[in-house]
Structures are given as C-alpha cells and as structure tokens.
C-alpha cells in the first residue's frame, strides 16, 4: 500500500469501519454483585472502582461478580472473579478481577475502545 493511498483512507479493512457503525456507549460496563448493578466510576481491564457502594465486602476478600454490557444489538453477560484492593466510604470499592475467558475478553476490549473513542 503507498503511502498515497494511506492519506487518503482508501484500503481501509471492512473491520475498521463496522466497528465505527456501531455506537459509542456512554458508560463503561455495569457490574453486578450478590444482585446489585453498579455503574462503575472508573473501568479499566483488570480492576475497578464503585463509589458509594453499600454492600458487605471487605478488603482482602475474594468475591464473584457479572460484568454486562450491550454492544450493538448483542447483549453480554459473563461471569468474573475479583478481589478487593480497598474498600471504605472515601474511595468506595476498588477491585483487582481475572480476566474472563478469551471470547469475552475480547467483546469487552471492543465495548472498552467503543466506550473510550479509541
């Protein structure tokens, strides 16, 4: 490909412009736990942080959670371990999470570059 043809945007891949079609969430991922959805305040891939958070979890401790999100028409929902980096009223929740299988992960590395403008 010349350098021409790059400028000028022809030769683009199909990949690139489905994914500009799609729109552009405007909040990151919501997370469940014990059957509270929490909009997170910050979400990056591989932790997060929930402020005011009212539930029982304490620091240290391992917990099981849902991460859903809607990427155009397809709705996810998929399951997720986490541990509690800190937890009090002033910072709220903040968790460490493994990441969920590779098929999910890269829904969600798509939802968070949607979400992000990247």
């Given at each position: 490909?010349?350098?021409?043809?790059k400028l000028s945007g022809r030769g683009k891949s199909t990949a690139a412009s489905?994914?500009?079609?799609?729109?552009?969430?405007?909040?990151?991922?919501?997370?469940?736990?014990?059957?509270?959805?929490?909009?997170?305040?910050?979400?990056?891939?591989?932790?997060?942080?929930?402020?005011?958070?009212?539930?029982?979890?304490?620091?240290?401790?391992?917990?099981?959670?849902?991460?859903?999100?809607?990427?155009g028409e397809e709705h996810s929902d998929f399951a997720c371990r986490g541990v509690?980096?800190?937890?009090?009223?002033?910072?709220?929740?903040?968790?460490?999470?493994?990441?969920?299988?590779?098929?999910?992960?890269?829904?969600?590395?798509?939802?968070?570059?949607?979400?992000?403008?990247?």
């Amino acid at each position: 490909m010349s350098w021409l043809s790059k400028l000028s945007g022809r030769g683009k891949s199909t990949a690139a412009s489905a994914s500009n079609a799609k729109e552009r969430p405007a909040d990151p991922p919501t997370i469940r736990i014990d059957s509270h959805e929490y909009v997170p305040e910050e979400f990056v891939l591989g932790s997060f942080r929930i402020r005011p958070y009212d539930g029982d979890l304490i620091a240290k401790q391992q917990f099981d959670f849902r991460i859903l999100f809607r990427l155009g028409e397809e709705h996810s929902d998929f399951a997720c371990r986490g541990v509690v980096v800190k937890m009090d009223e002033q910072a709220g929740l903040v968790a460490r999470f493994h990441q969920p299988p590779p098929a999910h992960t890269r829904k969600l590395i798509e939802y968070l570059k949607l979400w992000k403008g990247l």
